[in-house]
């Protein structure tokens, strides 16, 4: 079946059968996805990192459903019921659903009602009283009395050929595959809370008396949904329609099944009886079955679309703007406790620690900048990097007071996300990597270097402890922790590595190195020094040829015997590069980044059988500007004076932000309140906005209008159209279904289940993320959050449309 599984891969993708069978082949090989993208283009036509996933997900899964055809063959054969129709039919199922219905009656299981029946000898009445109803059921029931058979009376020979056809009827796959599709185009998920369940399960209560059709519920609301049940909040039911057809009047599904197989109400003897069968037949067992497939079916719909959202977020964040090699100082707020702090080097080496007490109840203030002041002269520190968690204003306004008594230290202060420190500090690589320092001086340390380069700090977490994602606990973890080792592979690799710099986790996550390969080149380089060329990486054990192919492109080695070492240039294509040098003149040096030179020569000139037209356009790019990098240039946001709390906001504010995670509802936004508002996805644009993404991304900054403060429900409703009008004054107490917002920092954990997540750092100690509320706005609470309902203008004009219900 290989061909015919590339041939379906490549319709799906739009691409030539042929590039999908090179990518398998490079894949089944050990090549990575970002290897095949990069540097093998010639074999695969160009098919790009994200052509490369989907293909790789669709080959897994289509394997998969290869596997499980042979074992049903395998099943099906072994007991002797194998015929050619049969299986052409299984041959010809192009899902696994639909491979299953097929199974379903050869499928071995528990004696049945039906078997029973068949083996007490009443197969010849069912077939005869649905072959021909104008026979009399009990006239013909009588015949087959038989008390040694276990068949007492007629009435219970009527009930076996019943179980009989109910069988029947309930695993013919073409009639299941139809209804399936039936009742998903035409059923709807309704949820009721449990008797005595309303105060406990307050936080779902937009879901106590709720119905919606399948076709239309977005994914974090069937996630809502499902914890509801999960934790015996809710009552779920997937209802066939919306309406219940009047009593007596067979319903669509009832009449789908007895026209497949010719019942009809004529009058004739046995009628009543065979609608009867199909009655119990649909409410008994194909109702059922079909309540469990849709079930399912919404949850894998709203699990890919959850690990989607967390993937793509993630993305953001790990090729979010680096400032650079800059020498910084890392706060790690905190009250009681004190602020942590630590400074790193411009390549991300801690030179000191401290810890300040400027806030309640110490208030050394003085102290506080006096050591900061003395740390950053010391050190030549260019940035302060403040952690966004508890007491962060109250931080960032001391990181203000050191800058305005200071000017001479020339510093700026950027505020940070912090989700995920406390996980680094206390991981087993925290302490082999920061033996000499307490836990708590870990997490600033982790914040510091997050500036200089979040992707290569962030690689050190559990990428579901960085806290971008919606309802991530309830998602499959092997599903998702493939999704998001992806999009870091991904990363890692578009940006590239410095061998001599690089950590363990970060070399890792490049091409064909694991884990041993990357604690070996550390070893290495710790025992030998900085690595002079690419071809020394041949000299780190076990680092052998495969592996030196899969790395080499992705690792740099910037000032070191070779230039073309420090670019993305493969060592395969340097005698490329050397005709190149000699078509052009001169040597390497003069060459690099010479836009004029590089333009001017056709990349046809250089192009074989080896190294096609693709390769050598994409080195004479990166001659043009070797070793770029494909992040954006930093930038900090700059938070309002003066408001530093929730309190502080009124609506109408012009305030800006950074992004702190997109939803399928909207976008999260950090205004330095210690609580993300909500831009609603209807507040984004004026134009119809299908996906958030779309308009901003996790690390952007933007500038937002408060529309609604909601105080006591820690609700804050923001818009990026800043011509919208606020609520009034006392608007905070109103509930709506529109622009809810507000992700709380001190809540607890991601998913928004009020307990404390993997990352971060809340307010009362260590545990739960600081940003929390993971779902959020519409869905933080774990159901749709009746939130504060825009006021004004946009008020009355998501009235007038209509959307100011279901909003979320």
């Known amino acids: 079946m290989t061909t015919s599984i590339h041939q379906k891969i490549a319709e799906e993708l739009g691409v030539r059968e042929r590039q999908v069978s090179a990518a398998v082949e490079l894949l089944d090989g050990g090549a990575t996805v970002p290897f095949i993208a990069r540097y093998r283009k010639e074999a695969t036509e160009s098919l790009d990192d994200a052509q490369l996933r989907a293909l790789e997900e669709r080959l897994r899964y289509l394997r998969e459903l290869e596997e499980r055809r042979a074992a049903i063959l395998e099943s099906i054969g072994s007991q002797g019921r194998l015929d050619d129709d049969l299986r052409a039919q299984i041959m010809a199922a192009d899902s ?30 069912a077939d005869g009283l649905l072959g021909d109803p ?17 068949v007492a009376d007629a009435a219970a020979a009527l009930e076996g050929a019943r179980a009989i056809l109910v069988e029947r009827f309930a695993e013919d796959a073409d009639l299941i595959g139809e209804l399936r599709e039936l009742m998903w185009a035409n059923g709807r998920l309704v949820s009721r809370v449990r008797e005595e369940k309303q105060e406990a399960g307050a936080k779902f209560s937009d879901y106590f008396d709720f119905a919606e059709p399948f076709t239309r519920l977005p994914s974090h609301r069937v996630l809502a949904m499902f914890r509801g049940e999960k934790e015996e909040v809710l009552t779920l039911a997937l209802e066939p329609e919306a309406e219940t ?101 411009a390549t991300g080496k801690v030179v000191a620690t401290e810890t300040i007490y400027p806030h309640e109840p110490r208030r050394r203030w003085d102290e506080s900048i006096a050591v900061l002041a003395r740390l950053a002269a010391a050190h030549q520190v260019e940035l302060v990097a403040i952690g966004n968690g508890t007491a962060s204003r109250e931080t960032d306004k001391l990181a203000g007071d050191l800058i305005k008594r200071h000017p001479e230290l020339k510093l700026t202060k950027v505020v940070v996300s912090e989700a995920g420190a406390s996980v680094y500090s206390a991981s087993a690589y925290a302490s082999q990597e920061l033996p ?35 309802y991530q606990h309830d998602v499959s973890e092997t599903k998702l922790s493939r999704s998001l080792d992806a999009v870091v592979e991904d990363c890692v690799n578009a940006v590239g590595v410095d061998v001599n710099t ?19 080149i550390v070893q290495h380089r710790d025992a030998n020094g900085p690595f002079r060329s690419r071809r020394a990486l041949k000299d780190v054990p076990r680092l052998g040829p495969k592996a030196f192919e899969q790395c080499a492109g992705f690792l740099r080695i910037p000032a070191g015997d070779d230039p073309l070492d420090a670019s993305s240039v493969h060592p395969e294509s340097y005698p490329v590069v050397r005709r190149i040098i000699d078509a052009a003149g001169g040597d390497i040096a003069t060459l690099i980044g010479n836009a004029a030179v590089l333009r001017g020569l056709d990349p046809r000139r250089f192009a074989d059988d080896t190294f096609g037209l693709p390769t050598v356009t994409d080195i004479l790019k990166e001659l043009e500007k070797p070793g770029r990098d494909p992040r954006p240039a930093f930038r900090a946001a700059t938070f309002k004076e003066g408001v530093e709390k929730i309190s502080d906001l009124e609506p109408g504010m012009l305030l800006e932000g950074v992004v702190t995670n997109v939803a399928a509802f909207g976008a999260f936004v950090d205004v330095g309140v210690h609580q993300d508002g909500l831009v609603h996805v209807s507040a984004m644009s004026r134009n119809f906005v299908k996906d958030p993404r779309e308009v901003v991304k996790p690390g952007d900054i933007v500038r937002v209008k408060v529309l609604d403060v909601d105080i006591p429900r820690k609700r804050i409703s923001l818009t990026l159209r800043l011509d919208d009008e606020a609520a009034g004054p006392n608007a905070g107490g109103r509930r709506g279904r529109g622009a809810e917002g507000g992700r709380d920092r001190d809540g607890g954990g991601q998913d928004g289940r009020g307990r404390s997540g993997a990352g971060g750092r809340g307010q009362a100690g260590r545990g739960g993320d600081r940003r929390g509320g993971g779902q ?16 004004g203008a946009l008020a009355e004009a998501l009235r007038k449309a209509g959307l100011d219900k279901g909003l979320d």
């Open 134 to 150: 104008s026979v009399d059921p009990q006239a013909a029931a009588a015949a087959f009395v038989d008390a040694g058979k276990g």
């Open 436 to 470: 000499e320092l307490d836990v708590s001086l870990r997490g600033a340390v982790s914040i510091a270097r997050r500036l200089q380069d979040p992707l290569a700090e962030l690689v050190k977490i559990d990428p579901k402890s960085i806290g971008v994602g919606q």
């Open 502 to 520: 690089a950590s363990a986790p970060l070399l890792t996550r490049v091409s064909g190195i694991g884990s041993g390969l990357a604690g070996n």
């Open 776 to 791: 959020g706005g519409a869905d933080r609470r774990g159901g749709r959050d009746r939130g504060p309902q825009p006021g």
């Open 96 to 125: 696994k659903a639909r491979l299953e219905d097929i199974y379903l009656p050869y499928k071995p299981k528990r004696r049945t009602k039906a078997m029973i029946a068949r083996e007490a000898g009443l197969e010849p009445l």
């Open 245 to 345: 057809p009047e009593p007596g009047t067979p319903s669509r599904y009832e009449a789908r099944i007895a026209r497949r197989f010719g019942v009809a109400d004529r009058g004739r003897p046995a009628d009543r009886w065979l609608l009867d069968t199909v009655r119990w037949a649909w409410r008994t067992r194909v109702l059922v079955h079909l309540g469990i497939d849709l079930r399912m079916r919404l949850w894998q719909a709203a699990e890919e679309e959850a690990v989607r959202v967390f993937a793509t977020n993630l993305r953001d964040l790990l090729l979010a703007a680096p400032a650079g090699t800059r020498a910084t100082i890392g706060l790690d707020p905190g009250l009681r406790t004190g602020v942590k702090v630590a400074v790193v080097d």
